[in-house]
């Protein structure tokens, strides 16, 4: 059954917008987690002269708090891809909807899960922890990334069927 092509329309400035400040909210996150990361390499909460030396460090590892920082700007800049490319996916407005969904789904829960390992030092690779520090955290953590696997499939492949009916416009 085809589509009708008047169906088919652009992604609405609205979802582009949510997209956009979903975006900017995990780039805050990376700058938060950066600080933390910063604070790991010092092993110390310190900021001379406004804030002397705490004898504090975050808890955690260097890598995992260099991962936990990347991850959340990379998922920031995912979003804020997708709501640019908004103009040409041209899809039915109710599956308009989930991309926007799939997109805030995978960037969320992909982004914060490496804060929390990062925090308490577990990775989330496999129930149980595999070859690494296992726990009730690890656990909870894997179950939770079942959710953005699904939804980062839905995304990529409804914003190719998007972005290919917006070439077939263009001709």
């Not at 805030?104 to 577990?122: E, R, S």
């Amino acid at each position: 059954m085809a589509v009708d092509p008047v169906e088919l329309r652009p992604m609405p400035d609205r979802i582009r917008v949510i997209l956009m400040l979903n975006g900017f909210g995990l780039l805050a996150l990376a700058v938060l987690s950066g600080w933390l990361y910063m604070f790991v390499l010092l092993q110390d909460v310190v900021l001379w002269p406004v804030v002397p030396s705490t004898g504090v460090s975050p808890p955690g590892d260097e890598r995992a708090w260099r991962a936990a920082h990347l991850q959340a700007q990379m998922e920031g800049l995912l979003l804020i891809a997708v709501a640019s490319c908004g103009p040409f996916i041209r899809l039915r407005m109710t599956t308009q909807k989930v991309v926007m969904w799939s997109a805030i789904v995978t960037a969320w829960m992909f982004a914060v899960p490496f804060l929390i390992h990062a925090w308490v030092g577990t990775r989330g690779l496999a129930f149980g922890g595999g070859p690494f520090m296992p726990g009730v955290v690890n656990d909870v953590v894997y179950v939770l990334g079942w959710p953005p696997v699904i939804a980062v499939h839905l995304l990529l492949g409804l914003c190719a069927l998007g972005l290919w009916n917006g070439l077939k416009t263009l001709r």
